[in-house]
């Protein structure tokens, strides 16, 4: 592993270590992403997902979580959850051993988006679903983008190719996100993270994170990529190995 990569993974575990330490699990059936995943999962047997952290979007029964977060991992376990230690471009699995894979707000966090992608591939059988969310757009990038350890934003074209490239079609997508759109709010919630973090944390896990539970709107699907004009992030239904 090149020093970059080794950086920005050291960079991504200390955040998430901490912020996982002192947050609260979120039950994936609080998530507009319920109703869809619950019914993809209902079909898939072997489900995996990747770096959840303590907001898992697949059932936790019959799931299997993998992410570098020991608090995390531990939190789940406690639920009944299993779990592995590993990172998404080496996981302990053997080929084509999922029939879902669910991989959210990940693929951005990783120097080699391609060894990644194609991990997951690996793992997946043929016909199986991918459930994957990127940011859009490197115009867009912000303070916040860097805090939260992102290493890219991508072009809508980009991440459709790649995913081709490792065997997935885009069945449908839709906007995703719960990213506040105040740059005031944003900058705000980092300092408070960054110099009073006992604090932020209990407005995070009392206030902010159930108004944005609350407040959340069903996702709308449409087929493909749609239309990604002003959209900061994307939520994509892949299926792999169709034509």
Known sequence: ??????????????????????????????????PLFDALAAAAPRRLEVAPGLRPR???????????????????????????????????????HFDLVCALDILEHVVDDTAALAELARVARADAALLISVPLDPAAW????????????????????????????????????????SSRLLDLGQWFLTHQRARAMWWYNRVFMPLGLRFQKPLT????????????????????GTA
């Open 1 to 34: 592993m090149d020093s970059s990569a080794s950086d920005l993974r050291d960079t991504n575990r200390r955040f998430y270590e901490a912020l996982w330490s002192d947050a609260r699990l979120i039950a994936p059936e609080r998530f507009n992403t319920w």
């Open 58 to 96: 697949l059932p936790l029964a019959g799931t299997c979580f993998v992410d570098l977060s020991q608090a995390a991992l531990h939190r789940l376990r406690r639920e009944g959850a299993a779990v592995a230690h590993a990172e998404i471009a080496a996981l302990p699995f053997p080929d084509g």
């Open 142 to 181: 912000t303070a916040f983008d860097d805090f939260v350890g992102h290493h890219r934003r991508y072009e809508p074209e980009r991440i459709e190719a790649m995913l081709a490239c490792h065997g997935w079609r885009i069945e449908r997508s839709a906007v995703y996100g719960m990213q506040p759109r």
């Open 221 to 240: 699907w449409r087929p493909g990529l749609g239309d990604t004009a002003g959209v900061d992030e994307l939520l994509l239904v892949c299926r792999h």
